[in-house]
């Protein structure tokens, strides 16, 4: 009887380096490290093809592979790699990452045990980084909600860390027990008191300040409001009745006048008085 089984062949090759580059990069945002590259080829032959254009140097043992063009997450990745092992994504450059950030910013910023420090990266260097406060998020090492918020005490208002942890609590990634303990485990930090702070405005069911002008705004007060509470106001002091809004480009279309217009007029019906501003 003929036999119909399949002949199956199997490919014992071993992968070319080229293939095994490209598989290191495609899992890393597009770049490898020196030590990546001398486990596949020689030095001399990453020399080459650095010359041919097919490795593109970002930082002294960081490069590109194919093309320049990386994508934000590659070049934060080739920064972390830049600064050394036990390095990792920081400040506000972690809270984009985490996608809780309102501040348009360049600057990467990286916490570090190492003395690296590659040109163009904002380098945060430390004696020891607990492994407690890294995480790898979409295959980037970066510190944790609760080490960045401890980390932007040194840059941010308490308001403004407010409105960090209320982006992150609806994403559900902070949580105040381990923020307390990162806190307690910080020790030496000066600006730690900013930190409890927001966490007392958060608890108070604050949002924090959501722009630059309500930042401008509320630094200008002589007695502080609460600040986007539940009521749904910029800001409002409730012993004095008095509610300001501040108004960006949208509150000019006349549909959104209307609603606020309607709006004011159940608030000062409320007791309220109302003040807009233009932003």
């Known amino acids: 009887m003929p036999n119909n089984r399949q002949q199956v062949t199997v490919d014992r090759r071993t992968p070319s380096p080229d293939a095994e580059i490209a598989t290191i990069a495609a899992r890393q945002h597009g770049v490898v490290t020196i030590a990546q590259l001398l486990?596949?080829?020689?030095?001399?032959?990453?020399?080459?093809?650095?010359?041919?254009?097919?490795?593109h140097r970002v930082y002294r043992g960081v490069?590109?592979?194919?093309?320049?063009?990386?994508?934000?997450?590659?070049?934060?990745?080739?920064?972390?790699?830049?600064?050394g092992e036990n390095a990792a994504l920081s400040h506000l450059a972690a809270a984009a990452h985490w996608q809780v950030s309102r501040?348009?910013?360049?600057?990467?910023?990286?916490?570090?045990?190492?003395?690296?420090?590659?040109?163009?990266?904002?380098?945060?260097?430390v004696?020891?980084?607990?492994?407690?406060?890294?995480?790898?998020?979409?295959?980037?090492?970066?510190?944790?909600?609760a080490r960045m918020l401890v980390d932007l005490t040194d840059t941010?208002?308490?308001?403004?860390?407010?409105y960090v942890i209320h982006e992150a609590e609806f994403k559900r990634i902070f949580s105040e027990p381990a923020t307390r303990g990162t806190m307690a485990r910080?020790?030496?930090?000066?600006?730690?008191?900013?930190?409890?702070?927001?966490?007392?405005l958060h608890a108070a069911g604050s949002a924090g300040t959501r722009s630059a002008k309500e930042d401008a705004f509320l630094e200008a007060q002589d007695v502080?409001?609460?600040?986007?509470?539940?009521?749904e106001v910029d800001f409002h002091w409730p012993e004095k009745h008095r509610i300001v809004e501040i108004?960006?480009?949208?509150?000019?279309?006349?549909?959104?006048?209307?609603?606020?217009?309607q709006r004011d007029e159940r608030l000062k019906g409320a007791g309220w008085s109302v003040e807009r501003r233009a932003s």
């Open 103 to 125: 501040w348009p910013s360049t600057l990467t910023s990286v916490v570090t045990v190492s003395k690296h420090a590659p040109a163009g990266v904002d380098v945060h260097r």
């Open 156 to 162: 941010l208002t308490p308001h403004q860390l407010a």
């Open 39 to 55: 486990a596949s080829c020689s030095d001399a032959t990453v020399r080459r093809r650095v010359r041919a254009g097919r490795l």
């Open 127 to 145: 004696a020891r980084l607990d492994q407690r406060d890294v995480i790898v998020w979409k295959g980037i090492p970066v510190t944790n909600v």
């Open 186 to 200: 910080a020790k030496g930090r000066r600006n730690l008191h900013r930190l409890a702070r927001a966490l007392e």
């Open 224 to 231: 502080e409001p609460l600040v986007n509470v539940k009521i």
């Open 247 to 261: 108004d960006g480009h949208g509150h000019g279309r006349e549909a959104t006048r209307r609603d606020d217009k």
């Open 63 to 83: 490069y590109a592979v194919g093309h320049a063009g990386l994508s934000r997450e590659g070049m934060w990745l080739a920064a972390v790699f830049a600064c």
